[in-house]
């Protein structure tokens, strides 16, 4: 339902509700989360997170409609539950009941024309500016005197998040304390980059990881360049095992206390949630391991994934091995579409074809 006595930018960009996509740069990596502005608490928002989801900012309207106090309600300490104080203006009502007129009006005189309706559409423009701009300062006071607590634990934030009129600024801040809680370190120093990780960076960054044969060689070379050494992303052969880079460290130290081959979703998860990666780095990072690493290993595919090669062709085999990467296009599915990684076994019937194909 959508309620015209609302904030313009309650309406237009945090409808109550919807969740919301909103993303934060951290420490040179963009973080995926969403902000949800509800009149009570829905239990499935405190599950943990996964995917490419890294925070959620829970805005609830109203004290009675926070959770209980029961911890497992909120299970992952990257989920800020913001409940506001008792201060509501005696005029509150009176100006979301103006606000709700002046939109009403102003439709009315949406296709209009003539110096007279121009009047009234300023007149009724200017009115709702100030209208907002008090109502949103009330927001900005009525938060400030509630809470913003975090996790199972209930965390507290520490300061007011909500100074200023501005939402976006509110929730920037919410999900900095949020991620700098759930990832005070990194194995990567992508706080130096020129710029921000994002998901988009993972196409060119595995093509020139693998000495693809791209349409923008050089851009690959120069993003490699760019981003590659304060992600621990490089083509260097004297890296080809763990030793020399903490990420492979980690990955090690994950395979030797899991079962053989191990599972790759938990492993993925790790690095990307645990660890702090995000979806997409952990990715590289993971088959970057692959192709390095000996004696070598094998991705085992889901039967319903097939992952596309450079050419734009199907691969139909069952499994991606080193020697494969460097003809496989990226696809941020394969997140979701591996099942194992592990010691390489014996190829079936469709992994001789790919090979069979790939050499001719």
Not at 23 to 52: C, F, M, Q
Not at 201 to 225: K, N, T, Y
Not at 239 to 249: F, I, K, M
Request: net charge negative; with cysteine.
């Amino acid at each position: 339902m959508t309620i015209y006595g609302e904030l313009r930018v309650w309406l237009e960009e945090f409808p109550l509700g919807e969740p919301q996509a909103f993303a934060h740069d951290y420490l040179g990596l963009r973080y995926h989360g969403e902000v949800i502005r509800a009149n009570s608490w829905d239990p499935v928002w405190g599950e943990p997170l996964t995917g490419e989801l890294y925070f959620r900012i829970v805005l609830l309207l109203r004290r009675q409609g926070a959770p209980t106090a029961r911890r497992s309600e909120v299970q992952d300490a990257r989920i800020a539950v913001c409940t506001p104080g008792a201060v509501i203006s005696r005029q509150r009502g009176r100006q979301t009941g103006e606000l709700t007129t002046i939109r009403e009006t102003q439709a009315l005189y949406l296709t209009e024309r003539g110096a007279e309706t121009e009047l009234i559409r300023t007149t009724l423009r200017r009115r709702q500016e100030g209208l907002e701009q008090q109502l949103m300062s009330e927001e900005s006071l009525r938060y400030s005197s509630g809470s913003v607590v975090s996790g199972p634990e209930r965390v507290a934030y520490p300061g007011n998040p909500f100074v200023g009129m501005d939402p976006i600024g509110w929730f920037g801040s919410i999900a900095e304390w949020l991620l700098l809680e759930a990832y005070p370190s990194r194995p990567i120093q992508s706080f130096g980059l020129p710029r921000p990780l994002t998901p988009e960076d993972a196409a060119p960054l595995f093509a020139a990881l693998f000495q693809q044969q791209g349409a923008a060689p050089e851009r690959f070379r120069e993003i490699l360049s760019e981003l590659g050494p304060g992600l621990e992303l490089s083509q260097s052969p004297e890296l080809a095992q763990s030793g020399d880079n903490p990420v492979a460290e980690l990955i090690v130290g994950y395979l030797e206390t899991s079962p053989v081959p191990a599972p790759w979703k938990p492993l993925h998860h790790y690095l990307a949630h645990q660890v702090g990666l995000t979806g997409p780095l952990a990715t590289l990072h993971l088959l970057l391991f692959l192709h390095r690493e000996r004696p070598e290993l094998e991705v085992r595919l889901a039967p319903n994934y097939q992952p596309a090669l450079l050419d734009g062709e199907t691969f139909f085999g069952s499994r991606i091995t080193s020697e494969l990467m460097p003809l496989l296009a990226w696809d941020p599915q394969l997140a979701e579409g591996a099942t194992t990684i592990g010691p390489i076994t014996d190829p079936n019937w469709n992994d001789t074809l790919t090979y069979i194909s790939l050499i001719n």
